[in-house]
């Protein structure tokens, strides 16, 4: 069955440092892979996905991703964070045979000036 | 494009009562799902919708569940004999093609269930 991890449930980092926010997914074939962004009051919205091809994909808000099928990740990455980035982060798999997506238990983002 | 829309965006009940949510997809879209999140997890899938028919149910989705969408336009989700663990966010999401294509969230509605 497809299945998603994302193994840290909270993360702090200071305004202005790197992020790395980890992902792994359990899936046979090739997966769709999304990374969406949750803030308080507001719908989820897509930062990036991965379909096929190149395997590092650029998203909204200076956001990028990696797939890595041999470590069946599909981490996220941003070099500078800004204040406004803090927020629940999900990362889903979807299958190309059904329309559902799987959802990890997401990872919180609390950022410091 | 005014984006997914729910309403309500709260409801509190009493245990035992009925509830009906709606949503209302982007208006092209053919493709309409339901999720539900409870504090401290990501959205399980409920059902979803291609135009006006039901094509998977999850068995999360109880036979108090219920969910149409008569028209293929907007869905309603209804929960008969509300219990406290219904309690959670309920969210609608739209795409416009199969196979894996963006799914547009809307902002949920939120279920207390006293």
């Known amino acids: 069955a497809q299945s998603v991890t994302q193994p840290d449930i909270h993360i702090t980092v200071s305004e202005g440092a790197s992020l790395e926010l980890r992902c792994n997914y359990s899936y046979g074939a090739t997966p769709y892979l999304f990374w969406y962004v949750q803030s308080p009051g507001q719908g989820l919205q897509l930062l990036l996905k991965y379909f096929s091809g190149d395997t590092l994909v650029q998203g909204i808000k200076g956001f990028e991703a990696e797939f890595k099928r041999s470590q069946s990740s599909f981490n996220l990455r941003k070099p500078s964070v800004h204040w406004s980035d803090a927020a629940e982060y999900f990362c889903?798999?979807?299958?190309?045979?059904?329309?559902?997506?799987?959802f990890g238990t997401g990872t919180r983002l609390q950022v410091f000036p | 494009d005014t984006g997914v829309s729910q309403n309500p965006r709260h409801k509190i009940t009493k245990r035992g009562q009925n509830v009906t949510f709606r949503c209302d997809p982007i208006s092209e879209h053919n493709r309409l799902y339901w999720y539900r999140q409870t504090l401290g997890q990501g959205p399980e899938f409920l059902t979803y919708?291609?135009?006006?028919?039901?094509?998977?149910k999850s068995r999360l989705l109880s036979d108090r569940f219920s969910a149409e969408r008569p028209k293929g336009s907007f869905s309603t989700l209804e929960i008969q004999r509300t219990e406290q663990g219904d309690s959670a966010m309920y969210l609608c999401a739209s795409s416009l093609v199969a196979g894996g294509d963006e799914q547009f969230f809307g902002p949920g509605t939120r279920l207390t269930v006293l």
């Open positions: 919708f291609q135009n006006e028919a039901q094509l998977e």
């Open positions: 889903a798999v979807g299958a190309d045979n059904t329309d559902k997506l799987i």
